[in-house]
């Protein structure tokens, strides 16, 4: 299952997938723009809103992350 969620910060979408594994959910945030990707694992008691957020607000942090190296180096 995908689906594609915004951020609070403008136009910005994130590519989310969840996949079951066994009594986990894996939740995978992809960057359309870079590819870019991030995995976690999330409780299936929680809602896919709320595992979607998460994993995009993940997915943010690795991209500023990644941009602030860039332009330090």
Same mark, same amino acid.
Do not use: C
């Given at each position: 299952?995908? &689906?594609?969620?915004?951020s ?10 969840f #996949? #079951?594994?066994g009594?986990? @959910?894996?939740?995978?945030?992809? &960057?359309?723009?870079? =590819?870019r990707?991030?995995?976690m694992?999330? &409780?299936? #008691? ?7 957020r998460?994993?995009?607000? /993940?997915? #943010?942090?690795? @991209?500023? /992350?990644?941009r602030?190296?860039?332009?330090? =180096?």
């Amino acid at each position: 299952m995908s &689906d594609a969620t915004g951020s609070d910060d403008g136009d910005w979408e994130a590519i989310i997938e969840f #996949r #079951r594994i066994g009594t986990a @959910l894996q939740v995978v945030a992809i &960057d359309p723009e870079t =590819g870019r990707e991030v995995s976690m694992v999330g &409780d299936p #008691r929680l809602s896919q809103h709320e595992l979607g957020r998460i994993a995009a607000q /993940k997915l #943010r942090y690795v @991209l500023n /992350k990644q941009r602030a190296a860039q332009s330090d =180096g």
